[in-house]
Each structure stands twice: as structure tokens, then as C-alpha cells.
């Protein structure tokens, strides 16, 4: 395209103020950025005129490029100037609009690079998923929990039995879970397979539980336990302070929360590593108990089965306590988006966690009561110390140290995980929206893990440790069974669905029956606890018809709602999610 006075598109007449620059009608030109078409004509009377025409249409970049526009043109440009084959000049930009649209569509398929876009990233392998299961399974529990599981059963035979039915109970549970992460690739664990399979409705009541009693309860107890072991061996054979032990709880609760608002890397790589001395910790205490063991000392089992003090109603409490000490296997499940291969990784790295971790708890109790009596073991408020001081006089003082890392790895694990179901949740409309935005520059859940601190603060100092157990032990595994009770009904409404992993049918039957039973005679040997864990759940249900399902809330609560959300997201540098993950 051309001026009436030839002068080229995209090129800009400057005039000298002379008379003989007014004799001539085109100049020497200079190329601008702003492609503007220039002529000039001298007129009568000595006076110049410039008429400036709209530049030719350039080729727009696609909308939602934003910052990166530039650099696609940039993009562009450079393959059009290296490009020798090109028909066209580059100052007819107009005429060369198609071959430049190519170019940049095929620039756009690339632009958004995986390690520069807002999104979680699939970073865990078998391995890590292993260690991920055992080191949140294996926590507090077996250093705190044999007590309890010994009150409730009544005598040495009958816990050790109930410690090996809870591992092939959370074993079984376990495969059942593998199924549904095969069968739906989403975080969000409990949460996706009971919307998935039930609806929307249990599905919320679970997100309810979870963010106001279950995770700040079980934090809590874990979190107490590692103040514990840290704090009483400074005070030791005296009674260390409560107040002390409630701080330094604090302590290591903030220590991993931070971690895991700062780095998902630096919360896997402290995962598998507090894994490494947890087991080193078992092995510990396993070695001298077997080896004592092997040489005669079996007092303590002779009376292995003593039923007369065994009560119907307290069994399931053992049970439990024992389960309790098993929890943790469903945790993976969470992270399913961040899984590589999670077809393949998710029951290989749940069958052979699972089996390790309870093979490791039956013997770690066999050395328990190889070295110590019921009576003893009843009367210790930290068993792991007490067996130290019998059988390993000479680093009984590094025991407190690994079972203090051994909780907190649980408590890593926990905070790990977790958030990934609320973020799950806000992600489908069910949770408020900031809990599913996640850092621009860590790509970590912050909100998520962020808004759970305050009610485990709480928690931690209003709560006893064994009333925590109870309270959260009913929500989770009536949810539990829910879950797989919702894949049993899953698979008899959709039997031709692809399933990656599929297990047997008697195995879910069987968990589901034995969850359901439990639960239903926790009622009744704990009904405290247990219903106050049930009005808690129950108490979601106005909230999920007022506020999730369809909101009914005032236009001036929602407005208010929105700039809370805001504001929060501009505090906390978060962002929605860029990448589709599942």
C-alpha cells in the first residue's frame, strides 16, 4: 500500500523547514514502531501538509496472553526476519497477516511453559509415595497408642491380635482406596470419591469435619506427643510442665507449617527424610526386645489371654486406638494430581508400605511387653522412654529425640496432604474460592494450609490428649466406610467403567462391614466423644443448603465475602490453578 504521493506504508516523511524542502514531494523516511503512512504535497502559499493515515492492520495476539504479547510478537518477528524463503517484505505487514498468524499460534501451543505456569506439579514418584504412607502412618501412634489398645483389650495376647487385624484392616482399606484413586485421577481423597460416588453432600459434611475437628484434633495430639518426648527428658524422673509441653507443641506446629507454605520440594525431601529415622527409631526398639526374646525371657507371655477382663464395649475402643496408629494410609490419595504415573505408583506404594509398617508395629509391641509387664506399661506416660531405660540404658536419651522426629513427620505428612482436600473442594464450588489458589512463585495450597493453623492452635491448648482420639476417630472412619461403601454402589452402577486396579470384592465387603461396625458400637462404649464428634458433623448440614449448595446468603454478606476473599489473595500472592491437572 502506498500513499497518493508514494510514500510506502509504515514509513514517516520528516520535513525540513526550507524552501527546499517545500519544491519536493517525498523525503528520505524512517521506520517507526507505530506503522503510520505519511504524505506530503507542498500547496500554494509556501505552507506543508501531512496527512497521517491509520496504520494497516497488524495481527493481534490471541486474548489471555497478557504480559507474554510481547514477547510472542518478539517471537514472530525473529522468524519472520531469519525466515528466507518469505514472499513478503516486512513493511507490508497487511499483506503478510496469514503466514503471521501461523507462526503465532504456533508460538501460543508453546508459550505457557509447565515450570513458569501457576499450577501443582507431578513430582512424586514410587519411592517418594512410599515413604510418603509409612511416614505418616508411622508417627505418635505406636509410641502412644499401645497403651490404650492394652486398657481396652485387657490383656498382652489379645492387643497383639488386635494390633495385627488393625494393620490388615488399614491394609484392606488401603487397596480399597487404591481403586478409587486408579478410578478417579483427583485430589482431594475422601472428598472426590464421596462426591464421586454419593454426591455432593456427604461430600461437603467430609470437607466440614476435616477442617473443623479432624485435622486440628489429630495435629494436636501429634503435635503434643512430640512436645512430650521433647520436653521430659530435661525433667526427668520430675513431671515436666504442661504449659511448657503446649509450647513447644506450638513450636513444631509452626515449624511445619511454614515448611509446607514455603516449598512442596522442601516438605518431600523432609518427608522421605524423617521417614529414614522413623524406621531407624523401630528398628531400635525392635532389636533388643527380639533378642531378649530369643533368649528366654517370655514372662510377660505366659498369660498371654486373660478374657475375664475383657468387656464387649471397650474392644472397640482398642480397636481405635490400634487404627489410630494405622491412620495415614489414605493421605496419598490426596495428592493423586502430583503423583507420577499414579496408576502404576498408588498400589504398588500402598501394598508394600502397608505390609512393612505392620510387620514393624506387631514386633515393635512384642518388644514392648519382652521388656516391660501390662502393668508397667499402663503406668508410663511415654512407653517409648520407659522401654529405653530398661533395655537401652546407653542411648536412652537419643529414643525421646527419634520418637519426637517420628511425630513430626506425621505432623509433615498430615499438613501436607490435607489442604489438598480442601483445595479439592473450593476447586468445585463447595469451599470458599481462596482455598483453592495457590503461591505464584512457591506453587504450594498457602491458603489452605495457612487457615487450618488458627483452629489447631486452639485445639492444642483447649483439648486432652486421649479425648482427642475419640473425637476424631468416629468422623473419619464413618467417612471411610462411607467412602468404599460409595464404590461398592460405584461399580454395580457403572460395572463396564475402566478400573486400573481393582480390588477383590470380599476385601472392600469386608472393610466396609467391619468400619460400619465399629463406628456404630463406638456409640455405645463412648458416647461422649463420639456424639460430639456426630453433632459436629451433623452441624454442616444447614451450612451446605445456606452457603454451598445454592447460596442464599444476603447480597451484602456475599459482597463482603468477596472482598475478604480479595484482599486475602492480594496479602498472600495466590493465584487460581492455570494447568488442568487431572
Given at each position: 500500500?502506498?500513499?497518493?504521493?508514494?510514500?510506502?506504508?509504515?514509513r514517516?516523511?520528516v520535513?525540513?523547514?526550507?524552501?527546499?524542502a517545500?519544491?519536493?514531494?517525498?523525503?528520505?523516511?524512517?521506520?517507526?514502531?507505530?506503522?503510520?503512512?505519511a504524505?506530503?504535497?507542498?500547496?500554494?502559499?509556501?505552507?506543508?501538509?501531512?496527512w497521517?493515515?491509520?496504520?494497516?492492520?497488524?495481527?493481534?495476539?490471541?486474548?489471555?496472553?497478557g504480559?507474554?504479547?510481547?514477547?510472542?510478537?518478539e517471537?514472530?518477528r525473529?522468524?519472520?526476519?531469519?525466515?528466507?524463503?518469505?514472499?513478503?517484505?516486512?513493511?507490508?505487514?497487511?499483506?503478510?497477516?496469514?503466514?503471521?498468524?501461523?507462526v503465532?499460534l504456533?508460538?501460543?501451543?508453546?508459550?505457557?511453559?509447565?515450570?513458569e505456569?501457576?499450577?501443582?506439579?507431578?513430582?512424586?514418584?514410587?519411592?517418594?509415595?512410599?515413604?510418603?504412607?509409612?511416614?505418616?502412618?508411622?508417627?505418635?501412634?505406636?509410641?502412644?497408642?499401645?497403651?490404650?489398645?492394652?486398657?481396652?483389650?485387657?490383656?498382652?495376647?489379645?492387643?497383639l491380635?488386635?494390633?495385627?487385624l488393625?494393620?490388615?484392616?488399614?491394609?484392606?482399606?488401603?487397596?480399597?482406596?487404591?481403586?478409587?484413586?486408579?478410578?478417579?485421577?483427583?485430589?482431594?481423597?475422601?472428598?472426590?470419591?464421596?462426591?464421586?460416588?454419593?454426591g455432593?453432600?456427604?461430600?461437603?459434611?467430609?470437607?466440614?469435619?476435616?477442617?473443623?475437628?479432624?485435622?486440628?484434633?489429630?495435629?494436636?495430639?501429634?503435635?503434643?506427643?512430640?512436645?512430650?518426648?521433647?520436653v521430659?527428658?530435661?525433667?526427668a524422673?520430675?513431671?515436666?510442665?504442661?504449659?511448657?509441653?503446649?509450647?513447644?507443641?506450638?513450636?513444631?506446629?509452626?515449624?511445619?507449617?511454614?515448611?509446607?507454605?514455603?516449598?512442596?520440594?522442601?516438605?518431600?525431601?523432609?518427608?522421605?527424610?524423617?521417614?529414614?529415622?522413623?524406621?531407624?527409631?523401630?528398628v531400635?526398639?525392635?532389636?533388643?526386645?527380639?533378642?531378649?526374646?530369643?533368649?528366654?525371657?517370655?514372662?510377660?507371655?505366659?498369660?498371654?489371654?486373660?478374657?475375664?477382663?475383657?468387656?464387649?464395649?471397650?474392644?472397640?475402643?482398642a480397636?481405635?486406638?490400634?487404627?489410630?496408629?494405622?491412620?495415614?494410609?489414605?493421605?496419598?490419595?490426596?495428592?493423586?494430581?502430583?503423583?507420577?504415573?499414579?496408576?502404576?505408583?498408588?498400589?504398588?506404594?500402598?501394598?508394600?508400605?502397608m505390609l512393612?509398617?505392620?510387620?514393624?508395629?506387631?514386633?515393635?509391641?512384642?518388644?514392648?511387653?519382652?521388656?516391660?509387664?501390662?502393668?508397667?506399661?499402663?503406668?508410663?506416660?511415654?512407653?517409648?522412654?520407659?522401654?529405653?531405660n530398661?533395655?537401652?540404658?546407653?542411648?536412652?536419651?537419643?529414643?525421646?529425640?527419634?520418637?519426637?522426629?517420628?511425630?513430626?513427620?506425621?505432623?509433615n505428612?498430615?499438613?501436607?496432604?490435607?489442604?489438598?482436600?480442601?483445595?479439592?473442594?473450593a476447586?468445585?464450588?463447595?469451599?470458599?474460592r481462596?482455598?483453592?489458589?495457590?503461591h505464584?512463585?512457591?506453587?504450594?495450597?498457602?491458603?489452605?494450609?495457612?487457615?487450618?493453623y488458627?483452629?489447631?492452635?486452639?485445639?492444642?491448648?483447649?483439648?486432652?490428649?486421649?479425648?482427642?482420639?475419640?473425637?476424631a476417630?468416629?468422623?473419619?472412619?464413618?467417612?471411610?466406610?462411607?467412602?468404599?461403601?460409595?464404590?461398592?454402589?460405584h461399580?454395580?452402577?457403572?460395572?463396564?467403567?475402566?478400573?486400573?486396579?481393582?480390588v477383590?470384592?470380599?476385601?472392600?465387603?469386608?472393610?466396609?462391614?467391619?468400619?460400619?461396625f465399629i463406628?456404630?458400637?463406638?456409640?455405645?462404649?463412648?458416647p461422649?466423644?463420639?456424639?460430639?464428634?456426630?453433632?459436629?458433623t451433623?452441624?454442616?448440614?444447614?451450612?451446605?443448603?445456606?452457603?454451598?449448595?445454592?447460596?442464599?446468603?444476603?447480597p451484602?454478606?456475599?459482597?463482603?465475602?468477596?472482598?475478604c476473599?480479595?484482599?486475602?489473595?492480594?496479602?498472600?500472592?495466590?493465584?487460581?490453578?492455570?494447568?488442568?491437572?487431572?
Amino acid at each position: 500500500m502506498a500513499s497518493a504521493s508514494g510514500v510506502p506504508a509504515g514509513r514517516l516523511v520528516v520535513v525540513p523547514i526550507c524552501a527546499a524542502a517545500a519544491s519536493s514531494s517525498s523525503f528520505p523516511v524512517s521506520h517507526t514502531k507505530s506503522f503510520l503512512t505519511a504524505s506530503l504535497s507542498p500547496r500554494p502559499g509556501g505552507k506543508l501538509w501531512l496527512w497521517l493515515c491509520p496504520p494497516p492492520p497488524s495481527p493481534r495476539p490471541p486474548r489471555g496472553l497478557g504480559r507474554e504479547s510481547q514477547s510472542v510478537t518478539e517471537e514472530v518477528r525473529r522468524h519472520r526476519e531469519g525466515d528466507p524463503g518469505r514472499e513478503c517484505e516486512s513493511s507490508q505487514v497487511s499483506t503478510c497477516f496469514p503466514a503471521e498468524r501461523r507462526v503465532q499460534l504456533r508460538v501460543m501451543r508453546q508459550k505457557k511453559d509447565e515450570d513458569e505456569a501457576v499450577h501443582l506439579r507431578r513430582e512424586i514418584g514410587l519411592v517418594p509415595a512410599a515413604s510418603f504412607i509409612i511416614g505418616t502412618v508411622v508417627g505418635s501412634g505406636i509410641f502412644i497408642a499401645p497403651k490404650g489398645v492394652l486398657m481396652n483389650s485387657g490383656s498382652v495376647g489379645l492387643s497383639l491380635l488386635v494390633w495385627t487385624l488393625c494393620g490388615v484392616l488399614s491394609l484392606f482399606g488401603a487397596l480399597c482406596y487404591a481403586e478409587l484413586g486408579t478410578t478417579f485421577p483427583k485430589s482431594g481423597g475422601h472428598y472426590t470419591y464421596l462426591r464421586e460416588t454419593l454426591g455432593p453432600l456427604p461430600a461437603f459434611l467430609r470437607l466440614w469435619a476435616e477442617f473443623l475437628f479432624i485435622r486440628p484434633a489429630v495435629a494436636s495430639y501429634v503435635s503434643l506427643a512430640f512436645g512430650r518426648y521433647v520436653v521430659e527428658p530435661f525433667f526427668a524422673p520430675c513431671e515436666a510442665p504442661s504449659a511448657l509441653i503446649r509450647l513447644v507443641s506450638l513450636l513444631g506446629v509452626t515449624l511445619v507449617v511454614a515448611v509446607n507454605c514455603w516449598s512442596v520440594a522442601a516438605a518431600s525431601r523432609a518427608q522421605v527424610t524423617l521417614t529414614v529415622v522413623k524406621t531407624f527409631a523401630l528398628v531400635l526398639i525392635i532389636v533388643p526386645g527380639v533378642m531378649a526374646l530369643a533368649n528366654g525371657k517370655t514372662e510377660n507371655f505366659r498369660k498371654g489371654f486373660e478374657l475375664e477382663a475383657l468387656t464387649l464395649d471397650r474392644l472397640p475402643l482398642a480397636f481405635y486406638h490400634g487404627l489410630y496408629a494405622y491412620g495415614g494410609w489414605f493421605y496419598l490419595n490426596m495428592v493423586t494430581e502430583e503423583i507420577v504415573n499414579p496408576n502404576r505408583t498408588i498400589p504398588l506404594a500402598v501394598l508394600g508400605s502397608m505390609l512393612t509398617v505392620t510387620a514393624l508395629y506387631v514386633l515393635v509391641n512384642v518388644s514392648y511387653y519382652t521388656m516391660m509387664t501390662p502393668g508397667e506399661l499402663l503406668a508410663s506416660e511415654a512407653v517409648a522412654v520407659t522401654f529405653a531405660n530398661r533395655a537401652l540404658p546407653g542411648v536412652s536419651a537419643v529414643i525421646p529425640l527419634l520418637v519426637a522426629l517420628s511425630c513430626l513427620g506425621a505432623l509433615n505428612g498430615g499438613f501436607f496432604s490435607s489442604p489438598r482436600m480442601l483445595f479439592a473442594g473450593a476447586r468445585e464450588g463447595h469451599w470458599p474460592r481462596i482455598f483453592s489458589m495457590i503461591h505464584i512463585r512457591h506453587r504450594t495450597p498457602l491458603p489452605a494450609v495457612l487457615l487450618l493453623y488458627p483452629l489447631v492452635v486452639v485445639m492444642l491448648i483447649t483439648e486432652e490428649i486421649q479425648h482427642l482420639i475419640s473425637l476424631a476417630s468416629f468422623a473419619r472412619w464413618f467417612f471411610i466406610a462411607l467412602a468404599t461403601l460409595g464404590m461398592l454402589l460405584h461399580r454395580w452402577r457403572f460395572p463396564r467403567l475402566p478400573r486400573p486396579f481393582k480390588v477383590p470384592l470380599a476385601v472392600a465387603v469386608t472393610f466396609t462391614a467391619v468400619c460400619f461396625f465399629i463406628v456404630g458400637l463406638s456409640l455405645y462404649s463412648d458416647p461422649w466423644n463420639t456424639g460430639r464428634s456426630c453433632a459436629l458433623t451433623l452441624s454442616g448440614v444447614p451450612v451446605y443448603y445456606v452457603a454451598a449448595r445454592r447460596s442464599r446468603l444476603p447480597p451484602r454478606w456475599r459482597r463482603l465475602l468477596d472482598y475478604c476473599s480479595k484482599q486475602l489473595q492480594i496479602l498472600l500472592e495466590v493465584a487460581q490453578q492455570e494447568v488442568k491437572t487431572y
